[in-house]
């Protein structure tokens, strides 16, 4: 294997067959997982949704869920087994030593800690010895290291004010608020658009230059690794198929799940047809869309989303709304399913035989007509509940909107997971947990098809996925359009992605956007 002449420089942090089980099954998620970081590299680990690279990462920290194991494996920071450590003596190292920073910054910072607050708890585990004034100093000065430097009062400030990419800025500030040797970052840009996603790996490249930190970055975006990595790890089916450093890893592609990484990447030219005005499912006028921020004391601050916004959505075609974060492409996701509250212009929905007027309607008045319009969410975890098998999960709609029994209700699940490509026997008595992104994925649009709507609305829904999945998910869902003439609604920050997909793209970078 290459190492882009740095061979001879001892690994910081070497880990060697490494194998993750399932405690009851038994079923190997990690197989003698292997990786070297050295001092000032950034080491790319890539493959798809499911293929164990979360997992490993995970196992090195210790910090895999219950139900998982760490069978075996050696993980070594300078010569000390970490492994062999107890969990009192590891804390030294986790955090401290070796970092880790999660995928979704929403769910690992807390809503109720100013931004002070979540600094402070960092300082109180590993910098104990600060003062209250140096520890608010180096607050600062961290967060001006990663961009972040008017936030102004960061007491009073919290972190679900900011945005997703600030946010993700913000962990990363905590991150390194013990000056780590080792970073570990887990998908940190797939759920930011292309301009914020691009900003943080800049980031995360001039973090590792200037502080000569050892880099893990875990993404399934091959060509975005290619940018910063000095070297990529692929891996499929719970093992690491090839290594190499980047350069060689792009001109000589050995494994086939690299070949097929790099294929999935490449984009089909936009799509169009001609359609008629009979056959107009969803109409926009001048739309503008507001919300209300609630206050302790004092009347409530209404905000502008989305201003004067106008499109169409005609049977069996899609349109794809695409904007930066922030721009409101959720917010106008929300309206269309009849969830916003404060609507100006016109919203319509055009049935067989009717028009419902969105804009107009009160939450009581349009229960009827969400069945006409289903959305498939862009976590496909977080979206599907738990605790609930996933038969049960597909046909909730129809337990809602049906007076079907449970046996009705189990063979329309069983139809509608084999039309979005699962084995009925294989998937439906599973949790999601069980599942890859990928079969997640597939679960939520099968629930979203229950009801046989007029119109899908996919927020962001292959933004978390890997490239290949992203391909077989947009395959399955250009296919369930011709054969039942859905109407899609796509909403995303990736232009490329939706040029494939949509006959029509409208912008919301050309518009008003967020109230700030």
């Known amino acids: 294997m290459a190492y882009n002449n740095v061979v001879d420089v001892a690994p910081i942090l070497s880990v060697s067959e490494l194998t993750v089980v399932v405690k009851d099954s038994q079923a190997v998620l990690v197989k003698d997982f292997a990786l070297s970081l050295r001092s000032g590299e950034i080491t790319a680990i890539v493959g798809e949704s499911g293929s164990g690279k979360s997992i490993a990462c995970l196992a090195i920290m210790q910090l895999l869920q219950s139900g998982l194991e760490r069978t075996a494996g050696s993980v070594k920071f300078n010569n000390t087994e970490l492994g062999e450590l107890s969990e009192s003596k590891l804390q030294k190292y986790r955090g401290k030593s070796v970092a880790y920073v999660f995928q979704d910054p929403a769910s690992s910072l807390n809503p109720v800690l100013s931004i002070y607050a979540h600094f402070n708890e960092v300082f109180s585990v590993h910098l104990s010895h600060l003062t209250s004034p140096q520890k608010m100093q180096r607050s600062i000065e961290l967060l001006s290291e990663v961009g972040l430097s008017d936030l102004g009062d960061i007491k009073n400030r919290y972190a679900h004010q900011l945005s997703g990419g600030q946010q993700q800025r913000l962990l990363l500030a905590l991150s390194l608020a013990s000056n780590p040797q080792v970073l570990i970052a887990d998908e940190i840009t797939t759920a930011l658009d292309p301009g914020v996603q691009q900003m943080i790996v800049d980031l995360l490249a001039k973090l590792c230059r200037q502080r000569n930190l050892a880099v893990a970055f875990i993404t399934h975006d091959i060509h975005l690794a290619q940018q910063i990595s000095t070297n990529i790890a692929v891996m499929h089916q719970a093992r690491i198929v090839e290594y190499n450093d980047c350069q060689s890893l792009f001109d000589y592609p050995q494994h086939r799940a690299t070949i097929k990484l790099l294929g999935a990447a490449r984009r089909d030219t936009a799509i169009g047809e001609e359609v008629s005005e009979n056959d107009l499912v969803l109409d926009a006028i001048d739309l503008s869309i507001s919300y209300r921020i609630p206050r302790i ?6 905000v502008q989303v989305v201003k004067n916004i106008s499109f169409k959505i005609f049977k069996g075609q899609t349109l794809a709304i695409v904007g930066k974060s922030g721009s409101g492409k959720s917010t106008i996701a929300r309206a269309v399913c009849g969830l916003a509250h404060y609507l100006e212009g016109q919203l319509n929905l ?24 289903s959305m498939v969410f862009q976590d496909p975890f977080a979206s599907l509940n738990p605790l609930v098998l996933v038969h049960k999960s597909v046909a909730e709609p129809l337990l809602v909107h049906t007076e079907m029994n449970a046996e009705q209700r189990l063979q329309c699940a069983n139809k509608l997971l084999t039309e979005v490509g699962l084995d009925p026997g294989q998937i439906a008595n599973r949790l999601p947990s069980e599942l890859s992104g990928g079969q997640c994925q597939r679960v939520a649009i099968a629930r979203a098809l229950a009801l046989d709507p007029l119109l899908i609305v996919c927020d962001e829904a292959l933004s978390s996925l890997d490239l290949t999945a992203q391909r077989e998910i947009t395959d399955l869902l250009l296919s369930l359009q011709q054969k039942r003439q ?21 912008s919301l970078d050309d518009h008003v956007g967020l109230a700030q």
């Open 350 to 373: 055009y049935l067989e035989n009717e028009v419902v007027h969105l804009h107009q309607a009160d939450q009581r008045a349009l229960r009827p007509y969400r069945k006409h319009v």
């Open 297 to 302: 004391f004092g009347r409530s601050r209404r």
């Open 486 to 506: 859905l109407c899609l609604l796509f909403i995303s920050h990736d232009y490329k992605l939706v040029q494939g997909i949509a006959h029509n793209i409208f």
